[in-house]
């Protein structure tokens, strides 16, 4: 295993633990209100900062940015991390959330962990190594159109003014898909996208440190990924398409007709 994975891997468990013995207390969090539909918990914090201590451990000069703390000044190297995506899962107690660790060196991620402390499922991804789930190399599905699709999805409950562009989109996928699921944590999703359990997925207005690991998930299992506009600006914009190259491919001519101007902007959020 590459170093640095090895250390993703570490931090993730770590920080895994801590929200393992945190998750029969939901009535006693500490809740932190951020923005309007967007919350913390002691627990976010306590795991990112188990996460930053064991990274800067092994890898002082290394820069960070975290969903809690934000940037922290380094070098080329810089990690993105969500010590807990799915909070609001999380805080009621409904058993979908991750702890999500990507490696980015020079623009390109190296490095993607994804850890499920519930069901103890750990994804891990290096550039040009494959995607394993526990060590098994995993693939995405071969899945050729959306008849007969499962497809996930995040609502922009950030972003309300692209709810009817959203909607027009989930009007395109659901009408000829198997049906279309939305747990609540893109990095969980993302994963699932690489191992198989979706065929596709799309969402807008997603944050880097919610889908860096899992694009190289998906990436390293066979998988495409772009942005709105059929490009490789997601973790700009936030906004992301992807499956296996068939499936991407009909999810984007879905959907196309419903992207704004907007939406294909880097600066559309």
């Not at 296996?244 to 704004?260: D, G, L």
Request: hydrophobic share 45%; net charge negative; with cysteine.
């Amino acid at each position: 295993m590459h170093p640095m994975l090895t250390i993703a891997v570490r931090a993730a468990r770590s920080a895994g633990d801590i929200i393992n013995r945190s998750a029969n207390n939901q009535d006693r969090l500490q809740i932190h209100y951020k923005s309007q539909n967007d919350y913390a918990t002691e627990v976010d914090r306590m795991a990112e900062q188990d996460i930053i201590r064991i990274i800067k451990a092994a890898f002082p000069e290394h820069a960070i940015l975290a969903e809690e703390s934000g940037q922290h000044p380094g070098n080329d190297y810089v990690w993105i991390i969500d010590p807990l995506d799915g909070t609001t899962n999380f805080i009621h107690g409904f058993p979908v959330y991750a702890v999500s660790i990507a490696l980015q060196i020079k623009g390109k991620i190296e490095v993607g962990v994804v850890y499920d402390p519930l069901r103890d499922e750990l994804f891990t991804a290096e550039r040009g190594g494959g995607a394993m789930l526990n060590n098994r190399r995993i693939r995405v599905t071969r899945q050729a159109g959306l008849n007969g699709a499962l497809i996930g999805t995040g609502f922009p409950f950030k972003h309300p003014e692209h709810l009817d562009a959203y909607l027009a989109m989930f009007r395109a996928l659901h009408s000829d898909s198997a049906g279309v699921r939305r747990a609540g944590a893109a990095a969980l999703d993302l994963a699932y996208v690489a191992m198989g359990r979706l065929d596709g997925f799309w969402e807008i207005g997603l944050h880097p440190w919610d889908m860096a690991a899992g694009i190289l998930l998906i990436k390293e299992a066979g998988g495409v990924v772009t942005d709105f506009a059929f490009k490789d600006n997601y973790l700009e914009s936030g906004n992301l398409i992807t499956g296996n190259p068939k499936m991407h491919q009909a999810m984007y001519r879905a959907i196309e007709p419903h992207v704004t101007d907007c939406l294909k902007s880097v600066q559309g959020l």
